[in-house]
Structures are given as structure tokens and as C-alpha cells.
T-cell receptor, first 117, second 115 residues
Framework: GAGVSQSPSNKVTEKGKDVELRCDPI?????LYWYRQRLGQGLEFLIY????????KSGLPSDRFSAERTGESVSTLTIQRTQQEDSAVYLC???????????????FGPGTRLTVT | AQTVTQSQPEMSVQEAETVTLSCTYD???????LFWYKQPPSRQMILVIR??????QNATENRFSVNFQKAAKSFSLKISDSQLGDTAMYFC????????????FGEGTQLTVNP
């Protein structure tokens, strides 16, 4: 079946411009996560959506970052007034369920490589 | 807050040999889960193996096994009979009951399998 998809695969933008990154989770997955991966580093949590609950935005690095999710489907991560330090790979993941005593496997998309010039 | 530490930035191994990647973590939670993910150059994160903290038995998945030492907060990955396709970045990750299932990752270990 289809996995998590992300678009675009690569994005080059000028400093100060806004960008939108898209994530299509696996159908039926209620939990969706965004992570950022800087060059040569591990993944940093950004934001988490679980069903219709309020999202956990505790990982967003600044108010220039925001994300939305339509129901239990597509999510968009928006970065306003991009800075060079925003250059990274942005990874999206989804899972069947994100809460409770059982942690379901997270399935990752291929990521969007963002380069801010 | 939880932290995950991988102290080996790079490792190499000869094909068919065994290699062990180290990971330590720090948490005050009692119920949690540990994972090893593999990230080849394609950037695709692939789950290699998982371990529930309440289980004493070490997890195994074919050539991959873990040595989970709960008291020492250590979670190492052993790869047996290494194959060229195992060349990748390996990340240790943690999630706990208060984490909302979000993962906390280590910095990664770049493993190269040499022919």
C-alpha cells in the first residue's frame, strides 16, 4: 500500500520568503508528526497531531513555524520569513495511534530538503 | 526531559562480521519504548527493531538484536553477518508515556560495511 508521501522533495528558497511543505500520511493513521533534521544530526521533534485533539506544538522553534492538519489527512508545515538556519530536511511520520500505553510504529516519509539561500 | 546519546559518530565493519552500536538514554519514566532506525542515503527512515522497557527479554529481528540494560540505561544494537546494504546512518530513539509518542533521537552513528 501507499506509504507516507511528502512534497516537494527539494525546495530552494530565498531568505525572507515563506514556504509550505506538504505531508500525506498513510490512510487510517490518526497520528502525524513533523521532525527537522539538520545536516549530520538526529531528528528534532516539531509538532504532533492526534485525531481531533489540540496539536502538541511544543517543538516548534519559533513563531515563524506553524502547521495545520485537515481532519486525519494532509498536513502542511509553513515556515514564514525563512532564515538560513531553517535549512534542513523536514520529515513527516504517521502512526495508527499516538497515545495510550502502546506506542505504534511511526512510518516516515522521504522528507523535504529545504535550502535557504 | 529525555535525552539519547550515541557516542560513536562513525563505525566500519567488514562484510559478514558483527558490529555493535552503542546508545545510552536518560529518563525518569518507568514505561517507555526504545527503537533503532536506519537511514540510508535515500533519507527514508526505516524501523530496524523496538524494545518495550517492561520486557526483560532482548528483542531480535533476524540479524539484528539488542542488548537492553535497563538499570544502566543502555540499549545497544548488534548486527550479525553484516551486509553491504546495512551501510546507513543508525539512530537510537526513545518515547515514553508522557511524550505523546513523539520520538527523541540520538545524534546517529554512520555505519559503513566494507566488502
Amino acid at each position: 500500500g501507499a506509504g507516507v508521501s511528502q512534497s516537494p522533495s527539494n525546495k530552494v528558497t530565498e531568505k525572507g520568503k515563506d514556504v509550505e511543505l506538504r505531508c500525506d500520511p498513510i490512510s487510517g493513521h490518526t497520528a502525524l508528526y513533523w521532525y527537522r533534521q539538520r545536516l549530520g544530526q538526529g531528528l528534532e521533534f516539531l509538532i504532533y497531531f492526534q485525531g481531533n485533539s489540540a496539536p502538541d506544538k511544543s517543538g516548534l522553534p519559533s513563531d515563524r513555524f506553524s502547521a495545520e492538519r485537515t481532519g486525519e489527512s494532509v498536513s502542511t508545515l509553513t515556515i514564514q520569513r525563512t532564515q538560513q538556519e531553517d535549512s534542513a530536511v523536514y520529515l513527516c511520520a504517521s502512526s495508527l495511534r499516538g497515545t495510550g500505553t502502546v506506542s505504534y510504529e511511526q512510518y516516515f516519509g522521504p522528507g523535504t530538503r529545504l535550502t535557504v539561500t | 526531559a529525555q535525552t539519547v546519546t550515541q557516542s560513536q559518530p562513525e563505525m566500519s565493519v567488514q562484510e559478514a562480521e558483527t558490529v555493535t552500536l552503542s546508545c545510552t538514554y536518560d529518563t525518569s519514566e518507568s514505561n517507555y519504548y526504545l527503537f533503532w532506525y536506519k537511514q540510508p542515503p535515500s533519507r527514508q527512515m526505516i524501523l530496524v527493531i523496538r524494545q518495550e522497557a517492561y520486557k526483560q527479554q532482548n528483542a531480535t529481528e533476524n540479524r539484528f538484536s539488542v542488548n537492553f540494560q535497563k538499570a544502566a540505561k543502555s540499549f545497544s544494537l548488534k548486527i550479525s553477518d553484516s551486509q553491504l546494504g546495512d551501510t546507513a546512518m543508525y539512530f537510537c530513539a526513545f518515547t515514553g508515556e508522557t511524550s505523546g509518542s513523539r520520538l527523541t533521537f540520538g545524534e546517529g552513528t554512520q555505519l559503513t560495511v566494507n566488502p
